[in-house]
């Protein structure tokens, strides 16, 4: 071994692997080997004392320097770690009663070894590989390869053959390439035929809210560089199939590396079949390095290894090895289960009872045993050789969908009999006998069991009546869960909190549906989903909440159960179909009964809540009034509330609609307000508060300050909104092109910028599955362009805006896209802000029929136009009225008076000067 002092090199190399200290990265082979925190911190310290024995109190004391940890969360850290490095070298050894030692070769290595290959990109979303693979780097060779020729290529293979890794193995290969990285898609949860397009908008990060799933799929990811993994295919071939021949047609960069039992037979398909690992097919004994030479004897040997300490590979044993290889045909999955054993009942022990486990099935059957019956014999064998406890914990462990941390298993499968440490060292044993895989890459460590093993335990469970019983434990857990995630949002960073209960989502899902399914079920299930909804808001999964929400709330309003039970459902619904102010009609019929609910039966924070949740909806439908009046509502309730947030939040509430209705000297100093107040963070209780709205305080800001004639500021307070919003919720960003910078731009008439933010919310929507909201938007701003641009001026025509909110802005944007409901709001006061702009549109309209009794009626609204805009402090509407008084004026006795006018107005402008509207005015200027 080398001295201390060379141990401490930044590179150590040992067997295959790198460790690079101060990077915290391993590579074996030159490929990255995922390790969470504390295995690397495990990894460190035995390496840097490699030769010792490191007691077990220094290991934790240094791992878990501020917790007190059992001995046996070392061991099985420990399991984990070896089963990661493929420990059949011996690289770490346990002394009993003192520690472990590193007892493999370390050899330092100078700053002139090469640094590391680059990680993949960013956004690569790939799951750990549990184990080190063996006997397959032919096979990830040529698929990496067939993945060049071939855009959509499917590993086949039976069950346990090890096809996940494989894939994993390729992407981690692959990933650097694409721009966009490599990504992972799990289909083992979805039930036979079920439609797939949602499993791929969650793993995608595409949010699955209701609308055409499929189209945003391929909206997003029609200009990405991207290799998607999609596993576990076989029960779901056919929905698949059309899906993907959906996504390749319409996304030229997009590949496919699909995981299947059977091929998924869609177009442009290459198949791979992987066969069983190799192994000595020949009566003819074989000495130990013969037999190594072979792949399925390899994962033996290291699994074994790995399991005992004390299992030697050698010429005497050689041949009981091939025999049990050649018994498991091969099998990975199989010979890792069957060499776990081998620590218990020797090797001879192993090989009789396989031997008879086989030939009963053979006898039984009267067939030659399939590969999956050879698989499932071996299953049922190595279940039965379980100790009692261990066997029911496996068992009560199958009903974890997302894998589980080891206080996840402690809550599900401890009880009176099975205490918590028995637990502890069953998920340590279990993790020994491959029936559990550690996820060394997560923090803390989540176990996962192979899908063929998981669907073996749950069918024992099943059996043994116990199945309820542990899918109410496991929705117990999940309540606690939740409320814990409830606790820790205020106190974590948004990623650090989605690290920890992202996994979670699979589970929860399944809970609250295994819980709807019971017998009074409904309270428990609203409890969880009044806890889940800030999970299902993060990780964009709306539709699936959402039809969660809507199943509660039916059957709470069959009971005619607890009404703030069903408020907050109806809130929740509400919250899910627009999460953000946006030119759509909502449907207000939940945040109406959320209210009326809050109003009769709830608490002033309730109500507040159900407030906020409807004014969202009032803006978005123009309703402006209504939305000022719930602000101020909240203004009274502030001062019995005692928080010193309720305030701001009143205040944040009227500024938007109060700007909207023309009073925007009143609507800034709100906003102001809001800006100078400490920045609080979204409120896992309150829904609403999940939006960003100091991001809708600069909107208002910036389009204050372009009305009142400061146009590079707006421009300036735009840029500093894009930046902010950039590192936000990709709804804020669309929220900030959409309602600032886009009409900024435009108003300002800089047509180059509207095309590139068109382009830039068009895309950026699709991502967030708000297309139905904004794309029309983007559509009608496209079309001013064009009509801006057309060779025949005005021969442009607008499709209907869909909204009020479209409608208010539509007239602003161009001369042509005035309708007459713009009119009829301003009218009726129902909005302010673009009244000015909306009466001279009108009157120009009016002054094109020619008649004498058209022009005094458009003389008279151009005269209001412009009253109402100094009124409001409007300068860049008041411009725009005076530029049209003066052109239309030009040629009668009332020319000096337009000019006199428009001098005035354009005296008002300081900044600004070469926006289109300025040069209009200069240019109708004698």
């Given at each position: 071994m080398p001295p201390m002092a060379e141990r401490s090199a930044p590179v150590l190399a040992f067997g295959p692997f790198l460790l690079y200290r101060t990077q915290r990265r391993l590579l074996e082979d030159g490929q990255p080997v995922r390790l969470g925190s504390r295995a690397m911190d495990l990894l460190i310290a035995l390496v840097e004392q490699a030769g010792q024995v490191v007691g077990q109190s220094d290991l934790m004391s240094r791992v878990w320097p501020r917790e007190v940890v059992e001995d046996n969360t070392l061991r099985v850290h420990i399991a984990a770690l070896r089963k990661a490095l493929g420990d059949?070298?011996?690289?770490?050894?346990?002394?009993?009663?003192?520690?472990?030692?590193?007892?493999?070769?370390?050899?330092?290595l100078d700053d002139s070894v090469a640094a590391p290959p680059p990680s993949a990109p960013p956004s690569t979303r790939l799951p750990p590989r549990m184990a080190r693979m063996v006997g397959r780097r032919e096979a990830v060779t040529a698929l990496v390869r067939q993945l060049q020729d071939h855009r959509f290529v499917t590993?086949?293979?039976?069950?346990?053959?090890?096809?996940?890794?494989?894939?994993?193995?390729?992407?981690?290969?692959?990933?650097?390439?694409?721009?966009?990285?490599?990504?992972?898609?799990?289909?083992?949860?979805?039930?036979?035929?079920?439609?797939?397009?949602?499993?791929?908008?969650?793993?995608?990060?595409?949010?699955?809210?209701?609308?055409?799933?499929?189209a945003r799929l391929s909206a997003h990811l029609r200009d990405k560089q991207m290799l998607v993994v999609v596993d576990n295919c076989e029960h779901v071939v056919e929905p698949l199939a059309a899906v993907l021949e959906a996504l390749l047609q319409a996304c030229p960069g997009l590949r496919v590396l699909a995981t299947s039992r059977e091929p998924v037979r869609a177009a442009g398909e290459w198949v791979h079949l992987l066969p069983a690992l190799?192994?000595?097919?020949?009566?003819?004994?074989?000495?130990?390095?013969?037999?190594?030479?072979?792949?399925?004897?390899?994962?033996?040997?290291e699994r074994a290894t790995a399991s005992d300490d004390s299992f030697v590979l050698d010429d005497d044993n050689a041949p009981l090895v091939v025999e049990v290889c050649r018994q498991l045909d091969g099998i990975p999955l199989a010979i890792e289960l069957t060499a776990a054993l081998v620590r218990v009942f020797?090797?001879?022990?192993?090989?009789?009872?396989?031997?008879?486990?086989?030939?009963?099935?053979?006898?039984?059957?009267?067939?030659?045993?399939?590969?999956?019956?050879?698989?499932?014999?071996?299953?049922?064998?190595s279940h039965q050789l379980l100790p009692p406890?261990?066997?029911?914990?496996?068992?009560?462990?199958?009903?974890?969908?997302?894998?589980?941390?080891?206080?996840?298993?402690?809550?599900?499968?401890?009880?009176?009999?099975?205490?918590?440490?028995?637990?502890?060292?069953?998920?340590?044993?279990?993790?020994?006998?491959?029936?559990?895989?550690?996820?060394?890459?997560?923090?803390?460590?989540?176990?996962?069991?192979?899908?063929?093993?998981?669907?073996?335990?749950?069918?024992?469970?099943?059996?043994?009546?116990?199945?309820?019983?542990?899918?109410?434990?496991?929705?117990?857990?999940?309540?606690?869960?939740?409320?814990?995630?409830?606790?820790?949002?205020?106190?974590?960073?948004?990623?650090?909190?989605?690290?920890?209960y992202a996994p979670l989502s699979a589970d929860v899902r399944a809970a609250i549906t295994w819980t709807l399914e019971q017998e009074g079920g409904?309270?428990?299930?609203?409890?969880?989903?009044?806890?889940?909804?800030?999970?299902?808001?993060?990780?964009?999964?709306?539709?699936?909440?959402?039809?969660?929400?809507?199943?509660?709330?039916?059957?709470?309003?069959?009971?005619?159960?607890?009404?703030?039970?069903?408020?907050?459902?109806?809130?929740?619904?509400?919250?899910?179909?627009?999460?953000?102010?946006?030119?759509?009609?909502?449907?207000?019929?939940?945040?109406?009964?959320?209210?009326?609910?809050?109003?009769?039966?709830?608490?002033?924070?309730?109500?507040?809540?159900?407030?906020?949740?409807?004014?969202?909806?009032?803006?978005?439908?123009?309703?402006?009034?209504?939305?000022?009046?719930?602000?101020?509502?909240?203004?009274?309730?502030?001062?019995?509330?005692?928080?010193?947030?309720?305030?701001?939040?009143?205040?944040?509430?009227?500024?938007?609609?109060?700007?909207?209705?023309?009073?925007?000297?009143?609507?800034?100093?709100?906003?102001?307000?809001?800006?100078?107040?400490?920045?609080?963070?979204?409120?896992?209780?309150?829904p609403s508060s999940a939006i960003d709205h100091q991001v809708g305080m600069r909107i208002v800001l910036a389009r204050i300050a372009w009305l009142q004639g400061r146009a590079d500021q707006a421009v300036v307070l735009c840029e500093d909104l894009l930046a902010i919003t950039r590192r936000e919720s990709g709804m804020s960003l669309c929220q900030a092109i959409g309602l600032a910078a886009l009409p900024i731009r435009l108003w300002r008439g800089e047509l180059a910028?509207?095309?590139?933010?068109?382009?830039?919310?068009?895309?950026?929507?699709?991502r967030q599955a708000l297309s139905l909201e904004w794309a029309p938007w983007v559509d009608a701003i496209e079309q001013v362009v064009q009509a801006d641009t057309a060779d025949v001026p005005g021969s442009h025509t607008f499709k209907p805006a869909a909204n009020s909110l479209f409608v208010d802005h539509l007239a602003t944007f161009s001369v042509h896209g005035l309708e007459e409901r713009a009119l009829q709001r301003v009218r009726a006061g129902h909005v302010g802000w673009c009244a000015p702009e909306v009466l001279r549109v009108k009157a120009l309209s009016l002054w094109s029929a020619g008649t004498d009794d058209a022009r005094a009626q458009a003389e008279a609204l151009l005269q209001e136009s412009l009253n109402l805009a100094h009124a409001q402090g409007a300068l860049a509407w008041a411009l725009r009225t005076a530029t049209s008084i003066a052109l239309l004026w030009q040629d009668g006795p009332s020319h000096a008076e337009g000019q006199a006018m428009l001098?005035?107005?354009?005296?008002?402008?300081?900044?600004?000067?070469?926006?289109?509207?300025?040069?209009?005015?200069?240019?109708?200027?004698d």
């Open positions: 059949g070298q011996r690289y770490i050894t346990n002394v009993p009663g003192r520690g472990y030692g590193f007892v493999a070769e370390v050899r330092p590993i086949v293979g039976a069950g346990g053959m090890g096809k996940t890794t494989v894939a994993l193995s390729v992407a981690d290969a692959v990933a650097p390439a694409p721009a966009d990285g490599a990504w992972f898609v799990d289909l083992s949860a979805l039930a036979p035929g079920s439609p797939v397009v949602e499993a791929f908008a969650s793993a995608l990060e595409v949010p699955t809210a209701t609308g055409e799933l499929l190799e192994f000595p097919r020949g009566g003819e004994p074989l000495g130990m390095q013969q037999a190594l030479s072979f792949p399925a004897v390899q994962l033996f040997v020797s090797l001879r022990g192993v090989s009789d009872g396989l031997g008879d486990k086989l030939l009963a099935l053979r006898s039984n059957r009267r067939m030659v045993v399939s590969r999956h019956q050879t698989l499932h014999a071996m299953l049922d064998w406890f261990e066997k029911a914990v496996l068992n009560r462990l199958s009903v974890f969908r997302g894998g589980m941390t080891i206080d996840a298993a402690i809550a599900v499968a401890s009880d009176d009999v099975i205490g918590r440490a028995d637990v502890r060292d069953a998920i340590a044993s279990l993790s020994s006998k491959s029936w559990l895989y550690a996820d060394v890459s997560a923090e803390p460590v989540r176990f996962h069991m192979h899908g063929v093993a998981r669907t073996f335990a749950n069918e024992q469970l099943r059996t043994s009546g116990a199945s309820d019983l542990i899918a109410r434990r496991h929705a117990d857990h999940l309540c606690n869960a939740l409320r814990k995630s409830r606790s820790d949002w205020p106190l974590q960073e948004q990623q650090t909190w989605l690290d920890r409904a309270l428990l299930a609203e409890a969880m989903m009044a806890d889940a909804w800030m999970l299902g808001f993060q990780l964009h999964q709306f539709a699936d909440y959402e039809a969660l929400a809507r199943r509660v709330l039916r059957q709470l309003e069959a009971q005619n159960a607890n009404p703030l039970a069903r408020m907050r459902m109806h809130r929740i619904i509400a919250l899910f179909d627009g999460p953000q102010i946006g030119p759509r009609s909502r449907d207000t019929q939940h945040s109406e009964e959320a209210l009326a609910l809050a109003r009769q039966h709830g608490s002033p924070r309730e109500l507040i809540e159900s407030l906020m949740i409807r004014y969202i909806q009032d803006v978005s439908n123009g309703d402006y009034q209504h939305a000022l009046a719930h602000g101020e509502d909240l203004a009274g309730l502030a001062p019995a509330l005692g928080d010193p947030m309720a305030l701001p939040a009143s205040e944040r509430m009227r500024a938007p609609p109060l700007h909207l209705l023309g009073r925007h000297d009143d609507s800034r100093v709100l906003a102001e307000r809001v800006l100078a107040y400490p920045a609080w963070a979204p409120s896992f209780g309150t910028q509207v095309s590139e933010l068109s382009a830039r919310l068009r895309d950026e929507a699709a001098h005035r107005t354009l005296a008002g402008f300081s900044e600004g000067l070469d926006t289109r509207d300025l040069r209009a005015a200069r240019a109708a200027l």
